[in-house]
């Protein structure tokens, strides 16, 4: 079992660069989120999506943007990385409402 | 806006002792609420939920949390710690019916000495 998968789990950025962070997931799920962790803080919902085509911001979406061309995908893009992204990125799914989420393992963005 | 207070930001047991992490959460509707635990080095794993019925949940490795409407609790305990409960626990809540965005507490760190 899949879950969900996310790419890379390690990566360093220069000041301005930018990537994309993976994720898909193999258990039909409609919701699909991405969140942030950073020390202290818990985790914070960067943009969630309900279906492939629909994405909206969370609750800290600058710097950030997301797309749902699929069921199974939803990249994140980091534009113009600053060192204030850096961070522990987890992206989950659900399958609707009312259910659990289910977690990727992460991935670890350092910005220098 | 809604909000979770978890008390308990790292807390140290020995081996066999009880354990009880506070969480309180801020929302004037009806929620789902979770509790989450992330090993060293891992994602985040599921290890009980409430969404409605007995308010007394039994999750996975013997945790159990007790959901209090009235105090907008829902604390996390287990009888009888390990060393590998070893881990960051995270109280997490969403609105019902709400595309199931959670809102996270801090996270409580919990360090089990054998």
């Known amino acids: 079992n899949a879950g969900v998968t996310q790419t890379p789990k390690f990566r360093i950025l220069k000041i301005g660069q930018s990537m994309t962070l993976q994720c898909t997931q193999d258990?039909?799920?409609?919701?699909m989120y991405w969140y942030r962790q950073d020390p202290g803080m818990g985790l914070k919902l960067i943009y969630y999506?309900?279906?492939?085509?629909?994405?909206d911001k969370g609750e800290v979406p600058n710097g950030y943007n997301v797309s749902r061309s699929t069921t199974e995908d939803f990249p994140l893009r980091l534009e113009l990385a600053a060192p204030s992204q850096t961070s522990v990125y987890f992206c989950a799914s659900s399958y609707k409402d009312n259910t659990e989420a289910f977690f990727g393992q992460g991935t670890r963005l350092t910005v220098v | 806006a809604q909000s979770v207070s978890q008390h308990n930001h790292h807390v140290i047991l020995s081996e066999a002792a009880s354990l009880e992490l506070g969480c309180n959460y801020s929302?004037?509707?009806?929620?789902?609420l979770f509790w989450y635990v992330q090993y060293p080095g891992q994602h985040l794993q599921l290890l009980l939920k409430y969404f409605s019925g007995d308010p007394l949940v039994k999750g996975i490795k013997g945790f159990e949390a007790e959901f209090i409407k009235s105090k907008f609790s829902f604390n996390l305990r287990k009888p009888s710690v390990q060393w590998s409960d070893t881990a960051e626990y995270f109280c997490a809540v969403n609105a019902r019916g709400n595309t199931g965005k959670l809102i996270f507490g801090q996270g409580t760190t919990l360090q089990v000495k054998p």
């Open positions: 929302y004037g509707g009806t929620v789902n």
């Open positions: 258990m039909n799920h409609n919701y």
């Open positions: 999506s309900v279906g492939a085509g629909i994405t």
